[in-house]
């Protein structure tokens, strides 16, 4: 009986993988990856020169059964997103899902997620908070952040570029113009930044420049 081994990548720094996260991925014979190309950088990287398959939320419905009986069979696979920890908003979820109901053992390795070090630099309350993820673009938004608006804990959301002022705005407009929050982005990164203030405030200073990179909204709970 083989084993699925999650393997959390570095968000930025390449610096910030584990020792253990290298020893797997040189140990496992197949390696699922979210975009074969991102990867081959990062395996390159640290001469790892195993055989990699591309499992990406496009192909995974259709993959995972297939996927775990070959670690029935015996072959322990690793999966890897393009950056942080894979079922975080990323694809992984239906394949230990498939594991677990093929009897096949999982084990999840500790190490990058953009999750934890955006709630912890926001200096918001961070004994209790809830992960959102990204919002529904469209169907199912305003219906979600109403729902959120009587939310007492800590939320933490994903958000790109394109979206960042608006769900500030939209945040103003459902939670109150007064509500605290802060912004991190391009974490690890050479440009790392975290802006701290009401969420009126953050979109005002969004709005003045040009936003790359991956984001982390962090909101204040209901008081």
Do not use: W
Request: charged share 30%; proline share 4%.
């Amino acid at each position: 009986m083989g084993k699925l081994y999650i393997v959390p990548t570095p968000i930025g720094n390449l610096d910030d993988i584990t020792l253990r996260a290298i020893k797997v991925l040189k140990e496992v014979d197949l390696i699922l990856a979210e975009d074969t190309r991102t990867s081959s950088k990062l395996l390159h990287h640290f001469e790892i020169q195993k055989k990699v398959f591309s499992h990406h939320k496009f192909n995974e419905h259709k993959t995972v059964e297939s996927l775990a009986q070959r670690m029935a069979s015996g072959e322990n696979l690793a999966l890897i997103s393009d950056a942080g920890t894979p079922a975080i908003s990323d694809p992984g979820y239906l394949l230990v899902k498939a594991c677990i109901e093929n009897d096949v053992e999982v084990e999840c390795l500790p190490g990058a997620t953009a999750l934890i070090p955006a709630l912890v630099n926001s200096g918001l309350p961070n004994d209790r908070f809830c992960f959102e993820g990204f919002l529904p673009p469209k169907k199912g938004r305003q219906k979600k952040l109403k729902q959120l608006a009587e939310e007492e804990r800590t939320m933490v959301f994903y958000e790109s570029p394109y979206r960042l002022v608006k769900s500030l705005e939209q945040f103003a407009e459902f939670f109150g113009a007064d509500r605290m929050a802060s912004v991190s982005r391009e974490l690890t990164k050479l440009y790392e930044e975290t802006k701290r203030g009401t969420v009126v405030e953050l979109a005002n200073y969004f709005k003045a420049k040009t936003v790359k990179g991956e984001i982390v909204i962090v909101v204040e709970g209901k008081k």
